[in-house]
């Protein structure tokens, strides 16, 4: 099994969210972060204003998926999150060993 | 050494950490996260009231362990966390390469 | 490539984000949380003041970086998240198998 951690612009929460939603995601978890990327001292765009890039408000989505639905789920968070601006965001791929459904107590990928 | 990631309900945290100190375990981290599982559309307990499964609060509990308390950490969890209704969570197992314990530069199982 | 987690003294970020931008890692997410290693029971200092060591506030910082600049890093979070008290945090290493870069689709050492 594979985890999806994507840090999105929070304005695309949505979009990530049915994205991932249409293509069969069953669950995700969602934080609230501050970040930044490469411009540090130039400028983004954040709700319309323009602020030095120091630490700007993100959402990290993590999605713990099976291994033949990562390729799909990646390409379902570019297409929803991309602006084409600085900022978009970055998507990092793990590996994990063990999911267990605590209600059920099934494992593997029949409990994510 | 391991990871642990436990989402679970909010109010079942003083549980976990009870449980997890009383099989030995020495530091974890907490996070505020939302999240939804498998019922979209249907409804969910929180606080006695019953909202549609969209995104619901919970906690993100983080341990990292020798492997050899892996087990015990994972049926101490779902002990604490278990109330039987939808939404009880899950466990995420993940391997961790290195630990370093800032204070005492003590490094791998000694730093846990 | 790598992921860094550090949990640290919040009132260190500042300095360990120098530290970083300072041997050239170019981005980085901070997260705010809650945790406590092993003084239960016994007191930590925070704001100047004494607490009893249940969950204290922390920050978690995360950065993926390329496998060559792990070594450094890790130094110059050491170095400036240090103050010999307890409580000065801990830091975990794991394994980033993907990274891609939402802007320009860029994928793996290029995207960080
Ligand atoms: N190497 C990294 N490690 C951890 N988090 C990162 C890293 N790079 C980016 N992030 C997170 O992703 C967020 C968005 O990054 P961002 O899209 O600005 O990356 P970038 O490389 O600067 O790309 P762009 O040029 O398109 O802005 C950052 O605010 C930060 O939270
Ligand atoms: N595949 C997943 N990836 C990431 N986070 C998940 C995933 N599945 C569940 N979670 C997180 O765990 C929380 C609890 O999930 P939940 O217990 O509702 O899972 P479920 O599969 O719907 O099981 P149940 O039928 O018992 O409700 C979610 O709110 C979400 O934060
Ligand atoms: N095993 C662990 N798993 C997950 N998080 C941990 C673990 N140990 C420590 N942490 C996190 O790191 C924070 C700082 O830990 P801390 O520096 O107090 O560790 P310690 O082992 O008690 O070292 P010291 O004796 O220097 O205080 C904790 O508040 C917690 O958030
Ligand atoms: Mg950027
Ligand atoms: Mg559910
Ligand atoms: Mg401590």
Chains 1, 2, 3 share one sequence.
Do not use: C, W
């Amino acid at each position: 099994m594979k985890k999806l951690e994507a840090v999105i612009k929070p304005f695309k929460l949505d979009e990530v969210r049915e994205a991932l939603s249409a293509i069969g995601v069953n669950g995700l978890t969602v934080t609230e972060v501050k970040g930044f990327g490469r411009q540090k001292g130039h400028t983004e765009l954040y709700r319309g204003a323009e602020y030095v890039v120091d630490f700007l408000p993100k959402i990290k989505v993590e999605v713990v998926l099976a291994e033949n639905m990562l390729d799909n789920a990646i390409e379902a968070i570019i297409k929803a999150a991309h602006t084409g601006k600085i900022g978009d965001g970055k998507i990092f791929v793990t590996s994990v060993e063990q999911v267990i459904r605590i209600r059920t107590g099934e494992t593997g990928e029949a409990a994510i």
